[in-house]
């Protein structure tokens, strides 16, 4: 197990604005939505590659394969006619 030394924790939260205890406990939608709330705008991921950056990790990231919702209502109303 790892343990996070305490300036660890005190620029986490300096920065983040919330506990290492308080983050390890919500969930990941709920880390979403206080992202969003804390940004102003909605999480997406960018439609741009940027040049220089290598893709690691998962290859549907990297080619830009992952659609989210949106995309597939949006390709689907095309298709549709809508």
Do not use: H, Q
């Amino acid at each position: 197990m790892y343990v996070v030394s305490e300036t660890a924790r005190k620029n986490n939260e300096r920065i983040v604005g919330l506990t290492c205890d308080k983050l390890a406990k919500m969930s990941a939608i709920e880390e979403k939505n206080w992202i969003e709330k804390r940004i102003g705008k909605k999480l997406a991921f960018s439609p741009k590659m940027k040049k220089g950056v290598v893709g690691r990790g998962n290859p549907l990231l990297s080619r830009r394969k992952i659609r989210t919702l949106e995309d597939l209502d949006k390709k689907s109303k095309k298709y549709i006619g809508i």
